[in-house]
């Protein structure tokens, strides 16, 4: 799938379907002049067809033959704004009504008007093609049957070709976590996803190095190997860097749990495992900010952590009770098996920390328990600067974040009555709720001063059933707002 600016006329434009944003006010105000425009060369009263159609909210919109007036057969009205809109379009309206567009489209060619849609402080062009580069997302790689190319093409005129590249790179970047996370755990297995960083570093001149059980054993990551002890897929650390290795570096580390069976606390119902594939949502994100940011030249010095292990039931599977010691000597009592991503976890960022870097953000699909919904990630973190700055570019590109408090009174349940740590108590029956917070609490642990800041995907990383706005499956979380942070937020 390609996006193109193009310097030519919108009605001039060629393509299988024009999409044509208009506003519900339309009908009580002048009508802007490329909608007057189209609708003189179709011959549509598009203010009527507006109202008609009760195009009121964003995405709302109606399909209309354009009747030969135009170099498109077909038009789709969009709605983009409520309906107190004026001329002036809300950002997130417009990132809604792209999205839901994006969903109706199977067109080989699309023809997208855009110069007449006005987000002060933002521009339309990258929110539009972030957000249909998502919309129009398909996992198709396991059917026999073919699909049909879907969209090919969206044609953008007079968008600036490099505002178009940028937002094509972000999406795309996006839709590669999104693969990563929906293949099934069977083909990505933590040798797999090695497989595929060595490939992006070969491809992208980063530089790239795995730890396997050899180093990894020798190396005291005692954490990654107690996780990864009861599967045949031996786990492995991938690091990879890029940018002036003088430079202060943003380290990043992703959660890569490539199956979470919960171990020998085996996961209790359907629901919960079904899509543990998932969890390596958190490595994947990294691995396609850190393409993308080298893709678009940002002159950032990164280092990325990427702990891959398969949490599976075996003979060798860790017990609870068991205790394990992490990178740097400190050990931890195994309660629950099923708490896994924190001994990866806390590994990496020790290992992280070790190279001294300016910043630690790390990405996990740790608990699921941040009370906020599919459409929120959760941030806690030891630096009030480096939250904010998370926050504002998930804000700004449409991937947004709420902060939850590292709260200190809740440090006294990582105590363990035989070793240095915990990671879960047996008796969670009052405690559920701030799981999330007490996961942040246990990684803290392992970052000393270094400022840092973790990001809880859990909840936003998957979605089971498709919707208007929304494919079934990986939704490639967080993805947006790291790449967002790289490029604006300098160490
Ligand atoms: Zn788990």
Redesign the pocket.
């Given at each position: 799938m390609r996006f193109e600016a193009s310097p030519d006329e919108i009605v001039a434009t060629a393509g299988d379907v024009l999409v044509l944003p208009v506003h519900p006010a339309e009908p009580l105000s002048p009508l802007p002049p490329v909608t007057a425009e189209i609708g003189a060369a179709t011959g549509v009263d598009l203010r009527a067809l507006v109202a008609r159609r009760g195009l009121r909210r964003a995405g709302d919109h109606c399909w209309v033959p354009s009747a030969g007036g135009i170099a498109c057969p077909d038009l789709l009205l969009v709605c983009v704004g409520g309906p107190d809109a004026t001329d002036v379009t809300d950002v997130a309206d417009l990132r809604e009504a792209a999205m839901r567009c994006a969903r109706l489209l199977d067109q080989p060619v699309v023809v997208c008007a855009l110069d007449r849609v006005v987000t002060p402080g933002w521009d339309p062009t990258r929110v539009v093609v972030e957000a249909m580069a998502i919309g129009l997302y398909r996992f198709d790689r396991y059917r026999s049957a073919d699909t049909g190319p879907g969209v090919e093409r969206v044609v953008l005129p007079g968008s600036d070709p490099d505002v178009v590249h940028t937002a094509a790179v972000i999406g795309a970047a996006t839709n590669f976590a999104r693969d990563l996370t929906n293949t099934p755990a069977a083909d990505l297995t933590p040798a797999a996803f090695a497989g595929i960083c060595a490939e992006k570093a070969s491809e992208l001149g980063l530089g790239y190095r795995e730890l396997g059980v050899a180093e990894l054993e020798e190396g005291g990551f005692g954490g990654i190997l107690g996780v990864g002890a009861g599967s045949a897929n031996p786990p492995v650390l991938v690091c990879l860097e890029s940018g002036d290795p003088a430079a202060p570096a943003t380290a990043l580390v992703g959660k890569g749990i490539t199956f979470?069976s919960?171990g020998l606390t085996l996961k209790g119902s359907l629901d919960a495992i079904v899509t543990m594939k998932d969890d390596m949502g958190g490595a994947a994100a990294v691995l396609a900010a850190l393409t993308a940011v080298r893709a678009l030249g940002v002159d950032t010095h990164l280092r990325v952590y990427l702990p891959c292990a398969e949490?599976a039931l075996g003979p060798r599977s860790q017990r609870p009770g068991d205790v394990l010691r992490h990178r740097g000597g400190r050990t931890c009592e195994v309660v629950n098996p099923?708490?896994?991503?924190r001994l990866v976890l806390a590994d990496a960022l020790a290992y992280a920390r070790e190279a001294t870097p300016a910043r630690i953000v790390d990405v996990a699909t740790l608990t699921g328990s941040t009370g906020l919904g599919p459409d929120i990630w959760g941030i806690m973190g030891s630096s009030q600067s480096l939250v904010d700055a998370l926050l504002r570019a998930g804000t700004a590109t449409g991937d947004p974040g709420w902060q939850l408090p590292l709260w200190e009174g809740y440090r006294k349940n990582l105590r363990s009555e035989v070793a240095d740590l915990r990671n879960h108590q047996a008796d969670m029956s009052k405690f559920w709720n701030h799981k999330a917070i007490w996961a942040g609490l246990y990684l803290s642990e392992f970052v000393a001063d270094t400022p840092w800041a973790h990001l809880d995907i859990a909840a936003t990383v998957f979605r089971n059933r498709a919707d208007d706005v929304w494919a079934a499956g990986a939704t490639g979380t967080a993805t947006r707002a790291l790449i967002e942070f790289l490029r604006t937020e300098r160490v």
């Open positions: 979470d919960g949490n099923d708490a896994e991503g």
